[in-house]
């Protein structure tokens, strides 16, 4: 992984809540929220917690005595998070690497997490602090995308920028946030971390935009491929228009959609 995969700073968490967000984050935070709201849990953590999206749908449907913790590696994405939660007191938001949370044992009945392990350079210690930090039979909730051929926006975006950088293309999308999805790679980080039932299941959608534009600046320029584009000197805007042509082609002109796939993981 590199260093600047996990670097949701500057202009990142601003972009990436605005339009990442509404592309592909909500549906899924529905979903997991709704997992962990179901558990009636009285204290719920949550890891890479970024802008707040799965907080937020936890925040309406947990009642508001409920021990909410939302915890992220970049401040900024929490501050992004907190502007939009003003109206929610309750909710504690905290910096924290999900690899040495800085809670006591045993605190949480869950603790969950919306498309975050894959950015953790060690993750079966992510998962022991999970679990050190769940209370007896709490619950640990998290998702990842699956295979970048089943989220096909991130795939049309990555072969698009290939041709432009042919000596080291950006290979942000493909190697982490879409690179950890086989199932006994995740049991087998699970099991290391001595969780005993593990369920994984897939989640299914359609990712819609209002225009192929505005799918690809929010991939070229809400996530940290805008630093791989950047780092290679090359031009945000012209990055934006070549991926946005791409998905024009294999998409259409006007609103888009397109297919995206994850992994819901249960662990307890
Ligand atoms: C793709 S975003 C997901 C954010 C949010 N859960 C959502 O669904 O929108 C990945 C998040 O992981 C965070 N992150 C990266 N490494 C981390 C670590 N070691 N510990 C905690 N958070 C981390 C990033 O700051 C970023 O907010």
Known sequence: MSVTDKSFIGSIPELYDRLMVPLIFEYCARDLAARAVALAPRSVLEVAAGTGVVTRALAAGLPADTRLVATDLNQPMLDQA??????????????????????????????????????FPDRAKAYREAKRVLKPGGHYLFNVWDRIEDNEFADEVTRALAPLFPSDPPRFLPRTPYGYHDPNAIRADLDAAAFETVSIAPLATLSNAPSPNDAAMAYCQGTPLRTEIEARGGSLEEATRIAAAAIARRFGHGAVSSRIRA??????
């Open 82 to 119: 907190r502007k939009q939660l003003a109206n929610a007191p309750h909710v504690i938001f905290r910096q924290a690497d999900a690899q040495a949370l800085p809670f006591d044992d045993a605190q949480f009945d869950v603790v969950l997490c919306q498309f975050g392990v894959m950015f």
């Open 263 to 268: 992994l819901v993981v249960t662990a307890k």
